[in-house]
């Protein structure tokens, strides 16, 4: 090896990777909460939660889900704001009353131009037949 590849072999930049959050599943829970309460000897429940990298407090949570019946409590739970659908709908109907509002708009400048060309050709239009066809 040349010189210039062993120096680059013995630099170490020590960049750590960003740590993820665990994420457990439903199965896992329930194996984990059954060995917990299984566990009769002194420092057995200790030595299972250090086996595990878990604390005391994951398995209070996992209780509390599993005692309050949530089926889907025992997965893992999405982070972040809860979607509200009053407000998504709230946005669909905003959007479609737009898109209404400018399709509106046009209809109303085409008769407007159809009005002005028929005066300016002189062709009579019968307000209430043209109220009936639309």
Known sequence: MSQ???QKEAIDPEVVPK??????TAEYKRRVLQEYEACTEPGARGALLRREGLYSSNITNWRRQRE???LA???AQKRGPKVDPQAVEN??????NERLKKRLE???LIIDVQKKVSQLLG?????NKAEEAS
């Open 4 to 6: 210039a590849e062993n």
């Open 19 to 24: 740590a993820k959050k665990r994420q457990y």
């Open 68 to 70: 309050r019946g949530e």
């Open 73 to 75: 409590g025992l997965a």
């Open 91 to 96: 946005v669909r109907l905003r959007r479609e």
């Open 106 to 108: 046009q209809a109303e």
């Open 123 to 127: 062709i009579e239009i019968d307000e």
